[in-house]
C-alpha cells in the first residue's frame, strides 16, 4: 500500500473568468454508513436541469484521516466553486463521500454504495494502492473511473482503462529524488541514509533508491523504515547521526516528515534531507522553515503564481481553510481532473462515457495548479509525469523552487 497552494488579492472579475475556464474549459487537447452529499447552491444557478454525481471513498477517520479529510475538503472546494459559477455545462455536480476508515473491506461496500445508490460518474480519494487495487476490479464491471491519489503505475494503464492518477507513482519516484540530492554534495562523496514509511509502494521505492545511489557509487549507510502512524522519531535521527551520514534521501509523509526533521536538527545534525511529494505540503514546510530539507512536488505552491491557484486560495478561504493545509490542493487537483472530463463529455455522463473522455483529454490547463504537464490519452493513465523541488530560503520568510522541472520515468 501508499501513502499518498497564494496569497495575493485578486479582482472578482478575473476569479470570474478563472471560474469559466475551470468549470468548462479545464481541458485543452493538442465507510461504511451513510454517504454525505454536498452541492453548493450560492452563486448563479445551473442553466439546464439535472446534476452530475461525484463520490469519494476516503479516510475520514483513522490514522490517515489528516490526509483523506483533507483530500476530500479540497475537492468539495473545486465543485463549490464552479458550482456557485454555473456548473460544468450548465449543471451543477453533486459531491458525495464515504469513510474507508483505511479498510479494504469498507471500501468496496462504499464503492457499491457510490455506484449502485449514488449513482455517480467517477470515483476519487483513495490514499492506499492496495485499497485502490482491491476495488479496480469493481469499477472495471461498473465502467466508473477512479482518479486517485494512491497511485500505482502497474494499474493506471491502458490495459484497465478506469484508474487516473492524480499524484505521482511513488515507486517511480526514485530517480528525480536521487539526481537532485547529486546536486547538493559538491565534490564529495556522500554518505547516504535511506529513510522510508512501513508500506509495500515505499519498501520498494527505497530498494530503487539504494540502487541508484550505488550506481552513482556513493555508499549506502544506514536503511529504515518508519511506521505509518510514529509519533516519535528520535530514534531514526540518532541512528541517522550516529551512521555518518552526510545526506538523507527518504519517503516520509508530511507528519513523519516534520517528527523526523524536528529530531534531526534537535540531535545537532544539519545534513540534508531530500524528500519525496507527500513531505511536500506547505505548513510543514513553513513551520520547519529549514533551508536543508528539499521537498519534490508535481502541485503548486502559495508562492507559486497561476489563475487557477487565485481560485483555489479564494475558495480555501471563503469555507475557512488555508490554502496551505497539508493535502489540500491534492483534492483540489483530483476535483479538477474529472470537471475537465466532464466538461468534454458533455450530459448526462455516465461513467462508461466519461472514461472515454478522460482518455481523450490531452493536455489538461491546470491553470498553474501543477508544476508541470497534466494530461491523459489513450495510452497515459498517470496524469502527473514530475515535479520541480522546493526549498525554505535562507532569510526563513519564503518557499522557493530550487530545480526546473525533473520528471519521473513513465516510460
Request: glycine fraction near 10%; charged fraction near 15%.
Amino acid at each position: 500500500m501508499t501513502i499518498r497552494h497564494v496569497l495575493s488579492s485578486y479582482r472578482i472579475p478575473a476569479l470570474l473568468a478563472t471560474a469559466a475556464v475551470l468549470a468548462a474549459t479545464a481541458c485543452s487537447s493538442s465507510s461504511g454508513g451513510s454517504s454525505q452529499s454536498s452541492s453548493s447552491s450560492s452563486g448563479s444557478s445551473s442553466s439546464s436541469a439535472g446534476a452530475y454525481t461525484v463520490g469519494a471513498d476516503t479516510s475520514l477517520s483513522g490514522p490517515l484521516a489528516f490526509i483523506g479529510t483533507a483530500l476530500a475538503a479540497g475537492a468539495k472546494e473545486y465543485f463549490d466553486y464552479v458550482n456557485a459559477h454555473g456548473g460544468i455545462n450548465g449543471h451543477k455536480v453533486n459531491f458525495v463521500t464515504t469513510d474507508d476508515t483505511g479498510s479494504v473491506n469498507t471500501a468496496l461496500t462504499n464503492a457499491h454504495q457510490l455506484v449502485q445508490q449514488d449513482q455517480v460518474s467517477a470515483m476519487t480519494g483513495w490514499i492506499l494502492t492496495n485499497i485502490e487495487s482491491a476495488v479496480q476490479p469493481y469499477a472495471e464491471r461498473e465502467s466508473v473511473p477512479m482518479v486517485t491519489q494512491g497511485c500505482d503505475s502497474t494499474v493506471a494503464t491502458s490495459s484497465s482503462k478506469v484508474v487516473f492518477c492524480v499524484g505521482l507513482p511513488e515507486t517511480l519516484e526514485d530517480q528525480p529524488l536521487v539526481d537532485f540530492a547529486a546536486t547538493k554534495v559538491g565534490g564529495s562523496t556522500p554518505k547516504i541514509a535511506v529513510l522510508d514509511m512501513d508500506s509495500q509502494a515505499q519498501i520498494a521505492l527505497q530498494a530503487k533508491i539504494v540502487n541508484d545511489v550505488k550506481a552513482k557509487g556513493w555508499p549506502v549507510v544506514l536503511k529504515q523504515i518508519v511506521s505509518l502512524t510514529a509519533t516519535d522519531e528520535t530514534a531514526q535521527a540518532n541512528a541517522v547521526v550516529q551512521s555518518g551520514a552526510t545526506m538523507v534521501i527518504g519517503s516520509l509523509d508530511s507528519e513523519r516528515e516534520q517528527l523526523f526533521v524536528q529530531a534531526l536538527r534537535s540531535a545537532g545534525s544539519k545534513i540534508p534531507v531530500v524528500n519525496f511529494d507527500a513531505g511536500a505540503t506547505f505548513a510543514t514546510l513553513q513551520k520547519l522553515a529549514d533551508p536543508d530539507l528539499f521537498v519534490y512536488s508535481p502541485f503548486a505552491f502559495p508562492t507559486d503564481t497561476g489563475t487557477g491557484v487565485a481560485a483555489f486560495d479564494q475558495e480555501s478561504q471563503s469555507s475557512g481553510q488555508q490554502p496551505g493545509t497539508a493535502y489540500l490542493v491534492n483534492g483540489w487537483v483530483e476535483a479538477m481532473a474529472v470537471g475537465a472530463g466532464l466538461a468534454k463529455c458533455g450530459y448526462p455522463c455516465p461513467g462508461s462515457k466519461l472514461m472515454t473522455a478522460m482518455s481523450g483529454l490531452g493536455q489538461i490547463n491546470s491553470q498553474g495548479m501543477t508544476t508541470g504537464p497534466f494530461k491523459y490519452t489513450s495510452d497515459f493513465y498517470l496524469g502527473l509525469s514530475g515535479g520541480k523541488f522546493y526549498t525554505w530560503d535562507g532569510s526563513g520568510k519564503k518557499l522557493v523552487a530550487v530545480s526546473g522541472f525533473m520528471p519521473i520515468d513513465a516510460s
